[in-house]
């Protein structure tokens, strides 16, 4: 990480009877109050850094030898206010990507300008930020995750929105290379100052390092940066579908496991229940942000992981456009899913059962609507046996072969549905509070001969009548 050293002078701040002094001989004469917290210091050296501080102090009447300060709104807080008065006094000061954000707030609030003193604080900050935070990848992201304390302030100093384009930059710049197998952050270190000493040489980044970096950022702001790395054009949308699966499991680790909900647990006012509300409320946005920045092209993201997010839509109950959203996406390769992905637990109060068909009901809808099976059933006189016969893949005749051939590819999706639907079927049909209308409903979702044989819905229909 880059950082950079202001002052010279050792630091001769201390503590007494709760108030933070600094050491001098000459007396005190101004008294400053940040958020609790009492500052014995000296008029000279902070009213001639500080514009806003001398407005103050002409404002306010001096009570004996001390003027009386207050900054009850001050931004950054104690830390970012002492590291300002040191900056004063000339003491050596430290400012990295780690508070460069809270201090250059600070001192846009302090007002610590060229137009008070040349070489003041907020443009060495600006220095430093534009030279060097900005031209490292961990010190960007460090820096963009931590404006989130102090949203408005760095809006309106362009900190947010020029890390954003320093990383999406970053990203855009050698995509042809990157992967997304671990964090290049966790293996590389630019430790280094921008007052000349290094203390280890950079070496330029490897594959797969910009994914799980950028994952440490709050969904606001990843949603911005994302945003701005796909308007690049550049990256392809495997890596960005990837990319959004890492984010997903680093802030919604449920839907990487089965989970169910407890329909008995009322809902209370008391704290666990306003805690376990505001973080499911969170979650819901993360979600639904992460379901805008999909890309279109199908196979971006892989069905399993579609199917994961739709489980979790439903549980954290999420609207119902981005469910849709989900349920489309996931018709479009419906056949690459297995029975488990399929396997949605039902939330809804008004019924016991234990999976949610309905939404399931809906993707197959939605894959019916891509037009990807043949519109009609192949004519009977044709196919060479009779209806009661059980069809495979040995006894299909080869006139109906030549009469599907424009349409193979989307008939062979068609078949792996409707395995995939009867396996589902028997997964489900154990549920003793399984309505029969909706076991009907999924058996006829696909037509009679997308099936090779009738096997497993027959298998299937046997389980649910001995449940039954």
């Known amino acids: 990480m880059k950082f950079m050293k202001l002052g010279s002078r050792p630091d001769t701040f201390y503590t007494s009877e709760a108030v933070r002094s600094v050491s001098s001989e000459v007396s005190s004469d101004l008294i400053v109050q940040v958020k609790g917290s009492r500052y014995l210091l000296h008029k000279f050296p902070l009213l001639s850094k500080c514009l806003r501080l001398q407005r103050l102090c002409s404002e306010s009447p001096e009570t004996s030898q001390h003027h009386i300060v207050q900054l009850p709104d001050f931004p950054g807080g104690v830390e970012a206010f002492e590291l300002c008065a040191k900056f004063c006094y000339g003491i050596t000061v430290t400012v990295s990507a780690f508070n460069i954000v809270a201090v250059r707030c600070a001192a846009e609030y302090l007002q610590m300008t060229e137009d008070v003193e040349k070489g003041n604080l907020a443009y060495k900050l600006e220095v430093f930020f534009n030279s060097c935070i900005l031209h490292g990848w961990k010190d960007s992201i460090v820096t963009l995750q931590s404006t989130k304390e102090f949203p408005l302030w760095s809006e309106d100093l362009g900190i947010t929105s020029r890390c954003i384009e320093a990383i999406a930059s970053k990203v855009l710049t050698h995509p042809s290379k990157m992967s997304l197998s671990h964090s290049y952050s966790r293996r590389e270190r630019d430790d280094e100052s921008c007052n000349g000493a290094e203390s280890r040489r950079h070496k330029p980044p490897g594959k797969g390092w910009w994914a799980e970096d950028m994952a440490e950022l709050s969904i606001d702001l990843y949603w911005r940066t994302m945003i701005a790395v796909k308007s690049g054009g550049k990256i392809p949308s495997n890596l960005i579908g990837e990319a959004l699966k890492i984010y997903a499991d680093r802030w919604l680790p449920n839907i990487s496991r089965e989970r169910h909900v407890n329909k008995q647990v009322a809902s209370d006012s008391d704290s666990d229940s306003d805690s376990t509300f505001e973080i499911t409320s969170r979650q ?16 971006a993201v892989t069905c399993s992981f579609l199917l994961k997010l739709l489980k979790a839509a439903n549980i954290l109950n999420t609207s ?25 637990p039902s939330i809804s109060y008004a019924n016991s059962s234990v999976y949610d068909v309905d939404l399931v009901i809906t993707i197959l809808e939605q894959f019916m609507l891509q ?43 068609k078949l792996k549905v409707a395995k995939l ?27 009679y001969f997308s099936r090779l ?15 039954k």
Request: glycine fraction near 4%; proline fraction near 6%; charge should be neutral.
């Open 371 to 413: 037009g990807q099976s043949p519109p009609t059933s192949p004519p009977r006189s044709k196919l060479g046996f009779e209806r009661r016969r059980s069809r495979s893949a040995e006894n299909i005749d080869l006139e109906f072969q030549e009469s599907r051939r424009s349409s193979s590819a989307s008939h062979g999706s």
């Open 320 to 344: 119902s456009s981005s469910k849709m959203e989900l349920a489309r996406r996931v018709a479009l390769q419906l056949e690459e899913a297995t029975v488990r992905d399929l396997l949605i």
């Open 421 to 447: 639907v009867d396996g589902y079927l028997q997964k489900i049909s154990r549920d003793v509070n399984l309505p029969l209308s909706k076991f009907i409903a999924l058996a006829e979702a696909i037509p």
């Open 453 to 467: 044989d009738h096997d497993d819905l027959y298998r299937a229909i046997d389980i649910y009548l001995k449940v």
């Open 284 to 299: 819901r946005a993360l979600l639904e942000a992460i379901v805008s920045l999909l890309p279109a092209e199908k196979g």
